[in-house]
T-cell receptor, first 117, second 116 residues
Framework: GAVVSQHPSWVICKSGTSVKIECRSL??????MFWYRQFPKQSLMLMAT?????????EQGVEKDKFLINHASLTLSTLTVTSAHPEDSSFYIC?????????????FGDGTRLSIL | GDSVTQMEGPVTLSEEAFLTINCTYT??????LFWYVQYPGEGLQLLLK?????DKGSNKGFEATYRKETTSFHLEKGSVQVSDSAVYFC???????????????FGKGTLLTVNP
């Protein structure tokens, strides 16, 4: 149980294009979803947190107009990297959690490797 | 603020060796503690968790005990296998941070390589 599907797993695109990444909870309803960015051989950096039907809460230093997050339903959140540039190349990982309790673990997707040429 | 400190890697062991990965934490409130594992090219998987002092989390032969007095949550396994090769992350979620949806604070990760 508690499967999170992230799509696509790998995307390569030209500079200036926008890229949408989907995160779905397949067998549970995700009250909260999180988006992370991971640089090579480093830990995860939380970008933003979203609750279904609410605006996302962005971490300090993350451009909300650059990284658009939509959490339209209890099973789907999307991250759109707008006008992507080479410095946006990274590994993006989403996670989803059911319920509001602190002891509810986050369940992670397999990540999306984004390469901007 | 909250922070998690893990032992620096990489850690290289032979199969069937004993594993310890140290993890210590600081938290504003009373945290829940987690270990996550990341296999190459994949996202993170929850390995085990402990929600209060003296709790022991265990899974797949891995164990970690929540030690409030030493603010530690060390990961151990008695006999590692080649398939355990991965990056291991210690993390906490702080009860004092309900307004942040109890977001996770991660350590930097420890790369474990197990040789046959």
């Amino acid at each position: 149980g508690a499967v999170v599907s992230q799509h696509p797993s790998w995307v390569i695109c030209k500079s200036g294009t926008s890229v949408k990444i989907e995160c779905r909870s397949l067998d549970f309803q995700a009250t909260t979803m999180f988006w992370y960015r991971q640089f090579p051989k480093q830990s995860l950096m939380l970008m933003a947190t979203s609750n279904e039907g609410s605006k996302a809460t962005y971490e300090q230093g993350v451009e909300k107009d650059k990284f658009l997050i939509n959490h339209a339903s209890l099973t789907l959140s999307t991250l759109t990297v707008t006008s992507a540039h080479p410095e946006d190349s990274s590994f993006y990982i989403c996670s989803a959690r059911m319920g509001q309790g602190i002891n509810q673990p986050q369940h992670f997707g397999d990540g999306t490797r984004l390469s901007i040429l | 603020g909250d922070s998690v400190t893990q032992m620096e890697g990489p850690v290289t062991l032979s199969e069937e060796a004993f594993l310890t990965i140290n993890c210590t934490y600081t938290a504003t409130g009373y945290p829940s503690l987690f270990w996550y594992v990341q296999y190459p090219g994949e996202g993170l998987q929850l390995l085990l968790k402990a929600t209060k002092a003296d709790d022991k989390g265990s899974n797949k032969g891995f164990e970690a005990t929540y030690r409030k007095e030493t603010t530690s949550f060390h990961l151990e396994k008695g006999s590692v296998q080649v398939s355990d090769s991965a990056v291991y992350f210690c993390a906490l979620s702080d009860r004092a941070r309900r307004g942040s949806n109890y977001k996770l604070t991660f350590g930097k990760g420890t790369l474990l390589t197990v040789n046959p």
